[in-house]
């Protein structure tokens, strides 16, 4: 049952082949024997099962509240959740109980939705690798998948060798991947979302900025950030974007109209589209099996008439910098509300206020952060601003006219790579700083979030040795039905596989059976 997809499961749950309860327990079940990845900070067992309870009574007596209903979901940790702590993975918030709900979090809790827990993340959502946060790594769930071990040249129970998830949404893409929620909330700044998506061979879509609400989400940068989804099937991105999408009073960048619902037709006829290839994507750094892949999904949009041409955006090249100086003014500004006076950590230090700012900081952020609040108060200074931060907007405005002129020239979407490569393990990715790190792994996804456009990550292969390979698709502000509509064209073309995951101990070493390695049973 957990290895259906969200429109199956709610299927069974009408018809009363499975209960809520029983879902929600299988769930936790899972989430108990996959605890060495990480992917969850906090389980809110007694929470779901209350919920599962409530589900329950509802389909009993024909009120079912629609496909959601008794559906475990999973949230990422930067989403407040009342009487649920939200800690954004990091010593400033660690036993923050908010008293709200996230807009987003509220209307999945309305449509009957089960809340699993909150995923971990890179703290504050800075980073790519779900690294960095307080609560320790995320581990990529193809760590110990049958096509991941079979294929490798070290010996396979050597654990020490685990993969990173990407981020900074790692959990909710481990979460979804290792079959423990059939849909979970990320936020996507710069990819953040189509990332990890991709690292863990599930849908990871960005809406258009302003198509979901943001209130409640702790920001990083307002002007970027949005709400992402992931899920192990398009349709079930359509099912979870017709509920979140819609204009929310408490969010004043939300659309009046979204278009609602978002349904995706079972036929697709691609032959009219015009698909880009920006050229500028074909980076030196860009692996081989990643470039191979793009080139053979080209060529199939291609084969079922579609139009597919090389399109240029000629000032991608800028957006790695033009983000960095945007994203640090704005972390900046955001985190100069934790000082230790409103909520979250303070220090013991009372010898006077400065003080007492200056070492709850210390003590609340880790180094990344501090480090990003350092180079946005550089980048704001007066001497500084007109040089970088208006400079850097200036730029934004020319990457969001590249893609209008792209998309005015009769483009429909852009099919690009998502990462530069596979996932690769922990103890390679570490090597590199959190700057440099983000700066080569977000290099196709950040200039999405400076033009406010819709995109997703689609699985589309394995590569040789055995791990996820996604393509970005990239679509017209507000036409996030029409993109959702190509992906699962491009998703049901390439047919991708179904992690076969091994079954875990506690420590992340795999469990045997009579010396042989054992399956996670999915349809119990």
Known sequence: MLGKTLREVSAALKQGQVTPTELCQK????????????????????????????????YKQGQSLGDLDGIPVAIKDNFSTSGIETTCASNMLKGYIPPYNATVVQKLLDQGALLMGKTNLDE???????????????????????????????????????????????????AVAAFTCFAALGSDTGGSTRNPAAHCGVIGFKPTYGLVSRHGLIPLVNSMDVPGILTRCVD????????LAGHDPKDSTTVQDPGKPF???????????????????????????????W????????????????????????????????????????????????????????VSTEAMYAATRQEGFNDVVRGRILSGNFFLLKENYENYFVKAQKVRRLIMKDFV????????????????????????????????????????????????????????????????????????????????????????????????????????????????????????
């Open 236 to 243: 079930d991105t359509a099912v979870v974007l017709g509920v």
């Open 27 to 58: 769930c936790l079940s899972l989430i108990r024997k996959t605890k060495c990845l990480n992917a969850y900070i906090t389980v809110s067992e007694e929470v779901a099962l209350k919920q599962a309870e409530a589900s329950e009574k509802r």
């Open 263 to 293: 349904v995706i037709p079972s036929l697709v006829d691609v032959s009219r589209l015009c698909v880009g290839i920006p050229k500028e994507y074909l980076v030196p750094e860009l692996s081989s099996e990643v470039r191979s892949l």
């Open 124 to 174: 504050f959502a800075m980073g790519s690798g779900s690294t960095d946060g307080v609560f320790g790594p995320v581990k990529n769930p193809w760590s110990y998948s049958k096509q991941y071990r079979e294929r490798r040249q070290r010996d396979q129970q050597d654990a020490s060798h685990w993969l990173i998830t990407g981020g900074s949404s790692g959990g909710s893409a481990a």
């Open 405 to 524: 002129d792209v998309f005015d020239s009769g483009v429909d979407i852009l099919l690009t790579p998502t990462t530069l490569s596979e996932a690769v393990p922990y103890v390679e990715f570490i090597k590199e700083d959190n700057r440099t790190r983000s700066a080569q792994d977000d290099i196709f996804t950040q200039a999405v979030n400076m033009a406010g456009l819709p995109a997703v990550n689609v699985p589309v292969a394995l590569s040789k040795q055995g791990l996820p390979i996604g393509l970005q698709l990239i679509g017209r502000a507000f036409c996030d039905q029409q993109l959702l509509t190509v992906a699962k064209w491009l998703e049901k073309q390439v047919q991708f596989p179904v992690i076969q995951l091994q079954d875990l101990t506690d420590d992340g070493t795999l469990a045997l059976e009579n010396g042989k390695l054992t399956s996670v049973s999915l349809n119990q």
């Open 295 to 350: 080139s053979q999904v080209a060529d199939l949009f291609e084969s079922e008439g579609a139009k597919v041409i090389e399109v240029s955006l000629p000032h991608t090249c800028y957006s790695i910098v033009c983000y960095h100086v945007l994203c640090t003014s704005e972390v900046a500004s955001n985190m100069a509300r934790f000082d230790g006076l409103q909520y979250g950590h303070r220090c013991d230090i009372d």
